[in-house]
């Protein structure tokens, strides 16, 4: 694509993607402005010479024409302004369709002069005589009468002007007629209201794994799991005893997430390990360095600094888990893996202590002094 | 970077180029362990197969690679299941390199921060890459300091875009130092009381950097990830995703 023509598997004509010389093709669009356009897909270059919808999306035109539109010079603006930033594909051809000249027209002639009052340039590469006329042999974009102007990410006020949805609500006036401080309520805005800190989000947010709430209350009541059952992060629920096993049996495995701790309650960090909902110690009877290293590794830390063997001291009834016979066998098994409960109590009645050091990061090289 | 200067090699060990045939350099990324990096969620749009993928580390000038640089295939691209491309948030992944580097002064990892911990607003912070510097891609490495600003000053920077508790912005109004074009992926570092360099962002996006509409650079909040990466780590170690 080095000279701008097109290798002959794009069909001849159509337009080259000069960064990785393939083919452009029709793509969803995804530039957040335009996403209500009675069109689908898009392709690259656009009109302005934007090679991506990333390019597109920051660039100078996508800040200039939303903050044209609130000047309300013309209501087509914006669905001029899409035609040209993320052009309509022909998904038959991989063509671009241009927007028609009547609409480029129709937009300079209304809204240019506005610019030209903040001393701000129409943008370049927008002459209308690059465009067909309306009902020529070239098919061309023209809006549908009841266009909506705003995008879905943005909040029409009642006066036609766009605003941010993220201002929508939030104690400031953006809308000059305030329209945009009335009706807060989340349920009046098609939200989910979160008990806590009454933050509004959307209803496809609820139960889907990713606290949004700040007490995560859109994450809780999303499954009823019975008694020998937990509820995965993604509210599947699953056995007990299948919990913290080795094995993934939520389907995002958080069963096996945070199974191993070190409690820092004594003077030396007791190894704690998750099993069927329940915390066990582990007990020294088999135990081996590589399982300090291990275990410190599943942590997130460093290697081991040094392994202590606590003796119990008989307050309370401890639950132990053992290290299986043959853990050697089990290759690449996480910690709780290689543990197993066994009828009988830990012989030697001494758990694993442990003390890891600290993953070394984030140090540079120390500059070298030389004398002068 | 516009308006840094060039890096001393070995200066940033954790630094490491994304690269695919036939354009090279792609985007930055951060090393966090010894086989773990970072980059940005945008930059697999389109090419998400690990195998396109190579990760060079320890290397100051792209076009000469020297006796310090070591090259790692993809055995793995993460992306995070909430990524946007329309509003570009949860714009992070994680990379498991197919082998593990050697640790030299050249090449080692930089730590993560815990989850939710942010330096305050106008701490100053490096950002570093080998992106556009304004007037051409720049061979070597190239640094800026930067100052990070606060969520709701950002957003006043940038009317027609959503910043999210996933972003966090740093840089000046007037876009004097800041990152651009091919620094995607690549790190917003500080340094903490110990001497440590810990990575708080990732370079994500802003506006088009050498044009005349200036603000600061937006980057994936490293701190609200935390936990997620840790995650994905751990399940990839033990083959259970």
């Known amino acids: 694509c080095t000279s701008n023509s097109c290798p002959t598997g794009c069909q001849g004509n159509a337009p080259c993607d000069g960064h990785n010389a393939t083919c452009s093709r029709c793509e969803p669009i995804s530039l957040e402005l335009c996403l209500n356009m009675p069109y689908n897909n898009t392709i690259f270059p656009n009109f302005l010479g934007h090679r991506s919808q990333r390019e597109s999306s920051v660039s100078w035109e996508a800040n200039l024409f939303p903050a044209l539109v609130q000047t309300s010079c013309y209501r087509y603006l914006m669905f001029f302004a899409c035609t040209l930033l993320v052009p309509k594909c022909d998904p038959l051809t991989n063509q671009r369709v241009p927007p028609c000249r009547s609409l480029c027209r129709s937009s300079k002639e209304r809204c240019e002069s506005v610019l030209g009052i903040v001393g701000l340039p129409w943008p370049e590469d927008t002459d209308c005589a690059q465009f067909p006329e309306d009902g020529g042999d070239t098919s061309c974009l023209l809006p549908d009468p009841d266009v909506d102007e705003c995008s879905p990410s943005h909040f029409t006020c009642r006066s036609g002007r766009c605003v941010l949805a993220t201002k929508r609500c939030d104690s400031h006036m953006d809308c000059e007629d305030d329209s945009d401080e009335e009706n807060c309520g989340c349920v009046e805005r098609g939200l989910w209201e979160c008990p806590g800190d009454k933050a509004c989000i959307t209803h496809s947010m609820i139960c889907d794994g990713f606290p949004d709430c700040s007490l995560k209350e859109d994450e809780s009541n999303c499954s009823v799991c019975n008694d020998n059952e937990l509820e995965c992060n993604n509210h599947e629920c699953v056995h007990r005893t299948l919990w913290c096993d080795g094995k993934k049996h939520c389907s995002d495995s958080s069963d096996e997430w945070d199974c191993v701790s070190l409690s820092n309650s004594s003077s030396s960090s007791s190894l704690s390990v998750s099993r069927s909902g329940g915390e066990y110690q582990v007990c020294v009877d088999g135990w081996t360095p590589q399982l300090s290293e291990l275990t410190c590794t599943q942590l997130g830390l460093g290697l081991p600094a040094s392994i202590k063997e606590v003796e119990e001291s008989g307050v309370g009834r401890r639950r132990w888990l053992h290290v299986h016979q043959e853990w050697h066998q089990r290759n690449g098994s996480a910690l709780q893996g290689v543990l197993e409960k066994r009828s009988h109590a830990c012989a030697s009645r001494k758990h694993v202590a442990l003390e890891c050091g600290s993953e070394d990061c984030g140090r540079r090289p120390a500059v070298r002094l030389v004398k002068r | ?241």
């Open chain 2, 1 to 241: 970077i516009l308006g840094g200067r060039v890096s001393r090699p070995g200066r940033w060990p954790w630094q490491c180029s994304l690269q695919s045939e036939p354009s090279g350099h792609i985007c930055g990324c951060v090393l966090i362990g010894k086989k773990w990096a970072l980059t940005v969620a945008h930059c697999f749009e389109g090419r998400e197969s690990a195998d396109v993928w190579k990760v060079v580390l320890g290397i100051n000038n792209l076009d000469h690679p020297s006796e310090h640089t070591q090259t790692r295939g993809v055995a793995s691209v993460t992306l995070h299941q909430r990524y946007s491309r329309a509003v570009v948030d949860y714009d992070i992944s994680v990379l498991e390199l197919d082998r593990e580097v050697e640790i030299t002064s050249y090449v080692r990892p930089v730590c993560l921060p815990r989850p939710g911990q942010l330096p305050m607003p106008d701490t100053y912070c490096y950002i570093t890459g080998w992106g556009h510097v304004g007037n051409r891609m720049p061979y070597k490495l190239q640094e800026g300091e930067v100052r990070l600003i606060s969520l709701a000053q950002c957003q006043s920077y940038f009317d027609m875009k959503t910043i999210t508790s996933r972003m966090v912005c740093a840089g000046y109004e007037s876009g004097t130092v800041d990152s651009c074009m091919g620094d995607s992926g690549g790190p917003l570092v500080c340094r903490e009381g110990d001497g440590r360099w810990r990575l708080y962002g990732l370079t994500s996006w802003g506006s088009v950097c050498f044009s005349k509409v200036l603000g600061p650079g937006v980057y994936a909040n490293v701190t609200h990830f935390t936990s997620w990466i840790q995650q994905q780590i751990y399940l990839r170690t033990y083959n259970l995703d």
